[in-house]
């Protein structure tokens, strides 16, 4: 399956973005999708996830609250809706795809990974 995300871009502080990831080449509901970002000299890291039907999302604690995972199934694409954005959410991020049916919150666990997109937030 291939991934690719849009949406990203430069916003002010205390801003919204949605961050989408459409998939090709495979059936989306088939996987549990992950989004993680690489802030500059940073490891990645998981941000959120939601498993195969949308009843299980994952929120790293950074983002509870603020960020919300949502994905539509028939049109093979999943959001990351990024709310009251911070200076420090300023990253790449990747969306990522996972045939298991475990939630996973490693990277390790997805197979599939799209380019990434850029998203920074101004203070």
């Known amino acids: 399956v291939q991934l690719v995300e849009s949406g990203g871009g430069l916003v002010q502080a205390g801003g919204s973005l949605r961050l989408s990831c459409a998939a090709s080449g495979g059936t989306l509901s088939h996987y549990a999708m992950g989004w993680f970002r690489q802030g500059p000299g940073k490891e990645r890291e998981i941000v959120s996830a939601i498993n195969q039907s949308g009843g299980t999302r994952y929120y790293a604690d950074a983002v509870k609250g603020r960020f919300t995972i949502a994905r539509d199934n028939a049109k093979n694409t999943v959001y990351l809706q990024m709310n009251s954005v911070k200076p420090e959410d300023t990253a790449v991020y990747y969306c990522?795809?996972?045939?298991?049916?475990?939630?996973?919150?490693?990277?390790?666990?997805?197979?599939?990974w799209g380019q990434g997109t850029q998203v920074t937030v101004s203070s």
């Open positions: 990522a795809a996972d045939p298991s049916l475990y939630l996973g919150t490693r990277s390790a666990s997805y197979n599939y």
